[in-house]
């Protein structure tokens, strides 16, 4: 099976600006999650989507959003970019017992 | 709050050697434990995971080992290798709820 992808892979971003994630999960898993990787916090669970519904949400502002569409692939969206959003963006796939895998990652940049 | 404490920070091992790294939660809803290996640049790799209701669970070199009454779990790297220097993470997770919570990460670094 093909694994997870994310794209775009790399993204440089001017604050006050917004970014769209695409993830793309293990064909069958209909469960993706999203978490947020930096130095300073390390990794943070952002949300969860299993059949196009927010199941779970981290502690993160409503500037990160998400959703998922019926063939069960995901964006999230970050709106007002700010520096600190800059990260590596990871998107899992769930398996229905419940491993997670992850993809590459988006490495954001906000300038 | 924290609710996965992993230690140490960075270890280093001669090639040959075990590595150990330990991890603490307090949560006693966590049912489902995780461990993840990360390369630079790569994104985090499942490694092995355990459910509380065994004590041990081992993959060729790699063993957790699980306390469920102090709440604290373990990964062993036998035999470690160069090729084994990453950063790996613990987590733990309610099993239905897919959101999993991360300790810190462990930079193991395995000299030849």
């Known amino acids: 099976k093909a694994g997870v992808t994310q794209t775009p892979r790399y993204l440089i971003k001017t604050r006050g600006q917004q970014v769209t994630l695409s993830c793309s999960p293990i064909s069958g898993h209909r469960s993706v999650s999203w978490y947020q990787q930096t130095p300073g916090q390390g990794l943070q669970f952002l949300f969860e989507y299993f059949s196009e519904t927010q199941r779970n949400k981290g502690n993160f502002p409503g500037r990160f959003s998400g959703r998922q569409f019926s063939n069960s692939r995901s964006e999230m969206n970050v709106s007002t970019l700010e520096l600190g959003d800059s990260a590596l963006y990871l998107c899992?796939?769930?398996?229905?017992?419940?491993?997670?895998?992850f993809g590459p990652g988006t490495r954001l940049t906000v300038t | 709050q924290q609710q996965v404490k992993q230690s140490p920070q960075s270890l280093i091992v001669q090639k040959g050697g075990i590595s150990i790294i330990n991890c603490a939660y307090e949560?006693?809803?966590?049912?489902?434990f995780p461990w993840y290996q990360q390369f630079p640049g790569k994104g985090p790799a499942l490694l092995i995971a355990i459910r509380p209701d065994v004590s041990e669970k081992k993959e060729g070199r790699f063993t957790i080992s699980f306390n469920k009454s102090a709440k604290q779990f373990s990964l062993h790297i036998m035999d470690s290798q160069p090729g084994d220097s990453a950063t790996y993470f613990c987590?733990?997770?309610?099993?239905?709820?897919?959101?999993?919570?991360f300790g810190g990460g462990t930079r193991v670094l395995v000299k030849p």
């Open positions: 949560n006693t809803a966590f049912d489902y």
């Open positions: 899992a796939s769930s398996s229905p017992s419940y491993e997670q895998y």
């Open positions: 987590a733990a997770m309610k099993a239905a709820g897919n959101k999993l919570t």
